[in-house]
């Protein structure tokens, strides 16, 4: 029996949305405890007042098994994870081959299973081979263990193709989740449209991109009932058809990345392609707009959408460079960015990063209450520091926070009840 107590901690529970000094025992993978005394022979930790919270569940991480092993493993991705606080991360199929047979999705629960430190969840294809033209074997992926479907950033066009598919997830009460950008306008896009874009001579897409694809996907909801999550809002414009949509009772969320909240499109100047994302990093009045709907609720979830690429692939020109970040380790210290602005208070960040990912994918994580799983991490939200992106655990090293000044660091993940990273003094 492992039994351990946490005491002088700073509790932020995202349910109760309070921030309050307290205790809390786990036992056997389990919160057995709030705010009592050290049971008998428990392991004491003092936390000498840093934040305990529910880990965090980042949705929408590329781990690059099978096929591109060298970007990212699941053994990397989830010492990586481990170090950044995120307990769980949930997979996508945009891998080589896709992960859309049941086998391809039972060679990847393997892996996980067996290098990995952390919880980890795959999505599966929603077409084979991401192609958008025939559905994969959904009801098989579900007894396979996926929790979700998508064909990430390869925008399904067929729209009758796409609706069948979402009918027959609505079936099964599976989620799918979207890509929410015009795949003709963003065809060859690197940046967002506008005057900066034209200053830098990169070809732009324009904020409509966004706006037009998710009222094609919120009318095809209308249609069929599915269950659906966009991955990323990232403009001002799409705000209020989400707004509309959950509404009218459709079964809508929506997340964003963290880039995306804490950078704007000027950071590309002088066409550094660590910046380079998917979609591209928007104006800083997009960025205001898409912080407001997380901190009152509109937008449900942050993620990193972990995107480890090669320095081959980074680079390159900044129109011929691959897009992507790496942001499992930099989540957190990022996102306190908002809280140290007085943008977003500690518990509904965790609202969006912890609670609600957990919601929405029908986890008894994501909380501090007795009788949920202990995946917990112990984090002082003020210790500076200076981010070298040598030092990250990731194999692929493209984060566009290298040599930025963070304040945020994480003292120790556990898993079930287990410490896999820090070193706590009990």
Not at 230 to 251: H, S, V
Request: proline share 5%.
């Amino acid at each position: 029996m492992t039994l351990t107590h946490f005491t002088n901690a700073t509790l932020i529970d995202p349910v109760a949305l309070t921030e309050e000094t307290g205790s809390l025992t786990i036992r056997d993978g389990l919160i057995i405890a709030i705010d009592g005394a050290a049971p008998k022979d428990a392991q004491v930790i003092d936390a000498g007042g840093a934040c305990l919270a529910p880990g965090i569940i980042d949705i929408g991480v590329k781990v690059s098994e099978p096929g591109e092993r060298h970007k990212e493993s699941f053994r990397s991705a989830g010492r990586a994870a481990a170090a950044g606080g995120v307990t769980t991360i949930v997979t996508r199929p945009d891998t080589l081959p896709a992960i859309d047979t049941p086998e391809t999705l039972e060679f990847v629960a393997r892996r996980a299973a067996a290098d990995a430190q952390v919880h980890v969840l795959p999505m599966a294809a929603l077409t084979k081979g991401r192609m958008g033209q025939e559905m994969t074997e959904i009801g098989l992926l579900l007894d396979g263990g996926a929790v979700a479907f998508s064909d990430c950033d390869r925008v399904v066009t067929n729209t009758k193709v796409y609706a069948r598919a979402l009918t027959y997830a609505a079936s099964l009460d599976a989620l799918v989740v979207g890509h929410v950008q015009d795949p003709v306008l963003s065809d060859g896009a690197s940046v967002t449209a506008g005057k900066f874009a034209s200053l830098r001579g990169l070809s732009g897409v324009s904020p409509m991109a966004e706006r037009m694809a998710l009222d094609r996907d919120i009318a095809l909801l209308e249609m069929t009932g599915a269950k659906y999550h966009a991955d990323q809002i990232t403009t001002a414009r799409a705000l209020p058809a989400l707004e509309r949509a959950k509404r009218n009772g459709l079964d809508i969320t929506a997340g964003v990345s963290i880039h995306h909240l804490t950078l704007n499109e000027l950071d590309v100047a002088d066409y550094r392609t660590f910046f380079k994302l998917k979609p591209p990093l928007r104006s800083e009045d997009d960025r205001r707009a898409v912080i407001a709907a997380v901190a009152e609720g509109l937008i449900d979830i942050i993620s990193s959408m972990h995107t480890p690429q090669d320095e081959e692939s980074k680079r390159l020109p900044f129109e011929d460079a691959a897009s992507g970040a790496v942001g499992l380790e930099t989540l957190l210290p990022a996102a306190l960015r908002l809280v140290h602005e007085d943008q977003i208070s500690l518990p509904r960040l965790f609202r969006a990063m912890s609670l609600n990912p957990a919601r929405r994918l029908g986890l008894d994580a994501g909380r501090l209450r007795i009788g949920a799983p202990a995946d917990l991490i112990l984090f002082d939200p003020h210790m500076p520091f200076q981010l070298d992106r040598s030092t990250l655990l990731s194999k692929s090293k493209n984060t566009p926070f290298d040599g930025a000044r963070l304040q945020g660091r994480v003292l120790g993940t556990w898993v079930d009840g287990t410490r896999i990273f820090g070193d706590v003094d009990a």
